[in-house]
């Protein structure tokens, strides 16, 4: 099996028990509903060597939480996958870029949220920081804006105003904040 589509061309998603353990998988296009079973993604944040935060806007075409703004790159692994190949992978594809050696920062963080219509996601979702030197260049399918921000601003929004970014954003940001304190690309990898 290709490590990033299944054989039929269906992107296929890992599904999870409540112990975080693998049990099956899923097409991605049948996970998210109403009742999402739990399953496995990521999401990373890029900065750039000045220590500035990558933002995005989610495409208006989103299943989920379209429209807003988030970090810079979520996704799914596949399931033969190693998360961080899946990190590389996505972050290529939906930013165009290259990124220097990924650090997990919060391994076992997992959320559910519910977006307004209704569709939920449920995911054990680690999630990475990482630096580029690389312009961005979106894929429109899957970015409809993006930015370059300080990362105090972000925390900042994240903790004012909330309701303003994804929720899982909203939800690791205070999380990633002791740990990047103020000055987000203090240790962080050099870029590839």
Not at 24 to 29: R, V, Y
Not at 56 to 71: E, H, I, Q, S, Y
Not at 157 to 178: C, G, K, M, V
Request: charged share 25%.
């Amino acid at each position: 099996m290709n490590s990033t589509l299944s054989t039929s061309a269906t992107e296929l998603v890992v599904l999870l028990d409540e112990t975080a353990n693998p049990v099956g998988t899923a097409p991605k296009s049948e996970v998210h509903h109403g009742s999402t079973p739990l399953h496995l993604a990521f999401s990373c944040y890029v900065f750039d060597q000045r220590g500035r935060l990558l933002v995005t806007r989610r495409a208006l075409d989103k299943r989920t939480w379209p429209g807003v703004w988030t970090n810079s790159c979520c996704g799914h692994p596949s399931p033969d996958e190693e998360m961080e190949q899946a990190v590389h992978r996505r972050v290529g594809q939906e930013l165009g870029i290259r990124i220097g050696e990924l650090r997990v920062r919060l391994p076992d963080f997992r959320y559910r949220a519910v977006d307004v219509t209704g569709t939920v996601e449920n995911e054990v979702c680690p999630v990475y920081t990482a630096v580029t030197t690389e312009e961005v260049r979106p894929d429109p399918a899957e970015i409809a804006d993006s930015t370059w921000t300080e990362w105090a601003d972000f925390v900042s929004l994240a903790h004012r105003t909330p309701w303003a970014i994804s929720p899982w954003a909203a939800e690791q940001i205070p999380l990633l904040e002791p740990e990047l304190g103020g000055n987000s690309a203090a240790g962080e990898p050099r870029a590839r």
